[in-house]
């Protein structure tokens, strides 16, 4: 069936590191990818989006492209805050209407 | 616009008793979505609605869980009776086109 794995975490970075967050999938057809953000104590936050190959998801300074080729949607990020302490849960879905299937969630922490 | 809106945003209840979560989605949004997120399972969808319509209620674990979707306005999901393992966070999301989804805050069930 169809899944998202994300690398695991917590993934422990300092302020202004360089941030990969990997996620690959497994789909039939053409998916859509998504990055979801969830802060403590809060719901999840759409945080970028592609539908179709070889597009670039951006925000906030957070970007990832939809590779089919390798079937990844790798979030990064070239310099991160502390205030990006969250869990990032990418996440595919078929179709229109359809569920969003998850990964499992990364944690990331940054450090002052 | 306010966002999703959820209550209670925490409930503590004993096992047996009969707990209803609630949902306010979007104004205009035509689909809406329940999840349940644990540390052991991750996130789940339990059922979505279309136009006020029970699409795909595959993801609900047993006859105990049942949700109505009365109106474009309002949505429940109740657990009669309750037990301990249904203890998780209550995620309510709607969503306009029916891919990207807006996640309100949940609601933390507590069953002793």
Known sequence: GDSVTQMEGPVTLSEEAFLTINCTYTATGYPSLFWYVQYPGEGLQLLLKATKADDKGSNKGFEATYRKETTSFHLEKGS??????????????????????FGQGTELSVKP | DAGVIQSPRHEVTEMGQEVTLRCKPISGHDYLFWYRQTMMRGLELLIYFNNNVPIDDSGMPEDRFSAKMPNASFSTLKIQPSEPRDSAVYFCASSLDGYEQYFGPGTRLTVT
Do not use: E, N, T
Request: net charge positive; proline share 0%.
């Open chain 1, 80 to 101: 991160v805050q502390v205030s990006d302490s969250a869990v990032y849960f990418c996440a595919l879905s078929k179709y229109q209407g359809g569920k969003l299937i």
